[in-house]
């Protein structure tokens, strides 16, 4: 990646997570675009560019870790069986997540009153639709499958993403019984057990 495209992707995450801050600290209607921008230190056109909601620019975050778990896939060695190197992915960009914005109560609550918001939830479920096709995408150049023509992939990368989606669901809706790293650990072998009856 060169200079400028570098500098254009810090603009586009420093925009997504102020998106995302602001939305946790004020509530997603007491945020405008302008105040985005402003707290991103660059100008609501710039904002445009890059994003045409508020919506889709907290929904960002979670396409690009699912495009990073999908790169951090094709970097894994090819002996490393697959579950074994979908979960050392998946745990790479989200110990890496956790040490960008580490959770507090505050934090938490926050998040949870975001992503009940009806156009959070509407960017958030497109943004993973993208997200379960970078990782298929993935999964078949790993598994030596067609991913136009083969339902392996796409069956491998909606369990992962359902994964993800039913811990954090867990983890900020529920009693959680866990941390979140162990919550994920444990998802990820009940599902490359093939999900045995509890």
Do not use: C
């Amino acid at each position: 990646m060169g200079l400028r495209e570098r500098k254009k992707e810090e603009t586009r995450i420093a925009l997504s997570w102020a998106a995302i801050k602001l939305t946790v600290e004020r509530g997603f209607d007491n945020v405008k675009v302008e105040d985005i921008a402003a707290e991103a230190g660059v100008s609501h056109r710039t904002f445009n560019n890059y994003f045409s909601s508020k919506g889709e620019a907290i929904a960002a975050r979670h396409l690009d870790r699912a495009v990073q778990i999908a790169d951090e896939l094709r970097s894994r060695p090819d002996d490393e069986p697959l579950w074994e190197a979908i979960t050392n992915a998946v745990f790479a960009r989200f110990a890496l997540g956790m040490q960008e914005r580490p959770a507090d109560e505050r934090w938490i609550a926050g998040v949870k009153l975001m992503s009940g918001h009806p156009e959070h939830r509407g960017e958030f479920l497109k943004a993973h639709a993208a997200a379960v096709d970078a990782l298929a995408a993935a999964v078949a150049e790993r598994t030596g499958t067609d991913v136009d023509r083969d339902l392996y992939p796409h069956l491998v990368a909606g369990a992962v993403g359902t994964a993800i989606l039913a811990v954090i669901h867990l983890w900020l809706h529920g009693d959680a019984p866990a941390p979140f790293e162990e919550l994920l650990r444990d998802a990820f072998s009940q599902v490359a057990a093939g999900l045995p009856t509890p």
